[in-house]
């Protein structure tokens, strides 16, 4: 049993494996669930083919089902994500612990609440200004290069903030895992400071997107597909 739990742990579940006394290999997006949700996603292109008032009904459905099939697991508390939700002080606490789901291996309830989401908004699209359609289009060709450039671009503006907090190169934490934050001391921004940067990252990196979108039109690279 353990052995198996050994083999296929890095397959399913977020793994460390140490290297060195001083290095380890972290497994942090376990290749079967994210794959999973991938291939869900390239298996409804083609209903993106259908006439549009069939393509909204069908999204409609699988996005309504996707939901209700979330509630229902989860307010039965048992099966579906590894955090139980409970009661909390008043009905808004609650109500986030209940959606608090795992990302990191996505879970069952978080891959319906968030996909069931995204089916819905592609139900309603019709209704969304063109603008907005054609801004969040820039974005949406080029998914993993956005991801790929926002994620060192963050932990570049992390350590720029900590840098300006009055923090030196030698009191900040990599080992740890908390990209550079030290350990043990108040750092860092409050919620409306990251909300802040989070948006100053998407607007930066929208010119970025937009060029590397029509690159991916111009030139016909298979690897590009993917990016």
């Not at 083919?49 to 048992?78: H, S, T």
């Not at 996909?115 to 359609?133: C, D, R, Y």
């Not at 607007?203 to 016909?220: D, E, M, N, S």
Request: glycine share 8%; with cysteine; hydrophobic share 55%.
């Amino acid at each position: 049993g353990s052995v198996w739990k050994t083999v296929l742990t890095p397959f399913f579940n977020v793994s460390v494996f140490p290297i060195t006394p001083h290095t380890i290999f972290v497994i942090a997006y376990p290749p079967l669930p994210w794959l999973g949700i991938m291939l869900a996603g390239f298996a409804s292109a083609r209903l993106f083919a259908l006439p549009f008032e069939k393509q909204k009904k069908v999204f409609f459905k699988i996005g309504l089902g996707a939901l209700l099939l979330f509630i229902a697991i989860r307010f039965i508390n048992i099966y579906g994500d590894p955090v139980p939700w409970s009661l909390q002080k008043n009905t808004l606490y609650t109500f986030l612990s209940f959606m608090n789901v795992t990302k990191y291996p996505p879970s069952l309830l978080f891959c319906l609440v968030t996909l069931g989401i995204m089916f819905l908004i592609f139900a309603f699209t019709e209704n969304m200004n063109e603008k907005v359609i054609k801004i969040v289009s820039v974005y949406g060709k080029v998914p993993l290069f956005y991801f790929l450039v926002h994620f060192y671009l963050i932990h570049i503006t992390l350590l720029v903030i900590m840098f300006l907090q009055g923090f030196r190169w030698s009191q900040l934490d990599f080992a740890s895992g908390a990209f550079g934050r030290p350990k043990g001391v108040e750092s860092g921004l409050s919620l409306g400071g990251v909300y802040l940067v989070w948006i100053a990252i998407v607007i930066v990196l929208y010119k970025p997107c937009q060029w590397f979108g029509k690159y991916k039109t111009a030139h016909r690279y298979w690897w590009l597909r993917f990016l």
